[in-house]
């Protein structure tokens, strides 16, 4: 979606010095050329703050109940969309959602601070759907492309991310720069 420029100067700003260029292997067992970050986003409440704001103002039309990030990064970034849209708040952690946060007959957002292959977004998606949550969009502050951009329609859900990043992104077993590059975490 385009952004007017006093925004888009904003994030670019935001966001710039999370990038990392090189050669990486993901949890999601992706290889890829490209590394965020996000702890340096997520240690700056005012810039959460910030992004969350600009982030509340393209979702509010969604008239969402609820916002739900994955606690490794995103449910930081997603506390302050609900709080913007002064919804509920919930997050999903590595085994699932915690069985006493309500979430049945919500409508949620599922807010991530960055999406590349989408494991974590898909996963509290797929935890929110089994608890009887509504899902009825996916936000981020970062899509890597082209991947990321793939996770939203595969879900089923529209998507609205503040910027594109461009990313190679592999399988780990068809890496072209393995192992002969291979120079990172
Ligand atoms: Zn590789």
């Not at 009887?132 to 991310?161: K, W, Y």
Request: charged share 15%; with cysteine; glycine share 8%.
């Amino acid at each position: 979606m385009p952004l007017c420029i006093t925004t888009y100067a904003r994030i670019v700003s935001l966001t710039s010095d999370l990038i990392r260029r090189g050669h990486f292997s993901y949890e999601s067992g992706h290889h890829g050329d490209t590394w965020l970050e996000l702890d340096l986003l997520i240690t700056n409440p005012a810039r959460v703050k910030a992004i969350a704001a600009d982030l509340a103002e393209t979702l509010d039309p969604y008239n969402a109940t609820l916002v739900c990030g994955p606690l490794d990064g995103g449910a930081f970034l997603a506390q302050w969309v609900a709080a913007a849209l002064g919804t509920n708040f919930a997050y999903t952690r590595s085994d699932g959602l915690p069985p006493a946060l309500p979430v049945a007959g919500h409508r949620a957002i599922v807010v991530d601070d960055a999406v590349n292959a989408g494991h974590a977004s898909t996963a509290t998606v797929a935890a929110l759907r089994a608890a009887s949550c509504e899902v009825i969009a996916l936000a981020g502050a970062i899509v890597c492309t082209p991947a990321g951009l793939d996770v939203g329609p595969r879900l089923g859900l529209p998507q609205h991310f503040l910027e594109e990043v461009s990313t190679q992104l592999w399988p780990a077993d068809e890496c072209p720069g393995c192992p002969s590059r291979w120079n990172a975490t």
